[in-house]
């Protein structure tokens, strides 16, 4: 299957300081891509969508100006973590698909520890 | 879309069949069955679809009901890798998004 990548696979940031999460489809363009938040012994929540080149939806109960995701490039889709506090805490998920109706593939995951 | 009921959690010994099971009693005609597995500290990984047909791929097996209001995730000789999270997730035609409930938490015993 194609192959997603995420980076980095885990961080630890303090309290305040903002933290970048960079996910990258490596073989094929993703029309649009996922960003996931997972805590633990829970499910995966979709916080967001983000389309090439236009802003991104949010789901509900999700702040936008504290989530900042970037679709610039068919490739690459970056979820900026502003202001972390230590609730923010998580397991952070993209996922990535080439067109409508295709499959989707996940990252790895990105472990963020806010101290 | 509609929800889908799983079990929690199941065990299976090694080198048998595993078969998981997924109520979707609430099921559109234009829902599609998915299936995604999460291994320990990774992300999801696909493993089947389908919409009303069986379907079988090198993974796994999907049996789909013939009302569609269930389903079953066949893998045919479980391995200790095979040991994961699985979803049983419905997408709705022109809806790009997974909405992930619960799964089941599948144990293979060695």
């Known amino acids: 299957g194609a192959v997603v990548s995420q980076h980095p696979s885990r961080v630890i940031c303090k309290s305040g300081t903002s933290v970048k999460i960079e996910c990258r489809s490596l073989d094929f363009q993703a029309t649009t891509m996922f960003w996931y938040r997972q805590f633990p012994k829970q499910s995966l929540m979709l916080m967001a969508t983000?389309?090439?080149?236009?802003?991104?939806?949010?789901e509900q109960g999700v702040e936008k100006d504290k989530f900042l995701i970037n679709h610039a490039s068919l490739t690459l889709s970056t979820l900026t973590v502003t202001s972390a506090h230590p609730e923010d805490s998580s397991f952070y998920i993209c996922?990535?698909?080439?067109?409508?109706?295709?499959?989707?593939?996940f990252g790895q995951g990105t472990r963020l520890t806010v101290v | 879309d509609a929800k889908t009921t799983q079990p929690n959690s199941m065990e299976s010994n090694e080198e048998e069949p595993v078969h998981l099971p997924c109520n979707h009693s609430t099921i559109s005609g234009t829902d599609y069955i998915h299936w995604y597995r999460q291994l320990p500290s990774q992300g999801p990984e696909y493993v089947i679809h389908g919409l009303t047909s069986n379907v079988n791929n090198r993974m796994a097996s999907l049996a789909i009901a013939e009302d569609r209001k269930s389903s079953t995730l066949i893998l045919h000789r479980a391995t200790l890798r095979d040991a994961a999270v699985y979803y049983c997730?419905?997408?709705?035609?022109?809806?790009?998004?997974?909405?992930f409930g619960t799964g089941t938490r599948l144990t293979i015993i060695p």
């Open positions: 996922s990535a698909r080439a067109g409508a109706g295709t499959e989707a593939f």
């Open positions: 983000s389309n090439e080149g236009s802003k991104a939806t949010y």
């Open positions: 997730i419905l997408r709705r035609f022109g809806n790009e998004k997974l909405t």
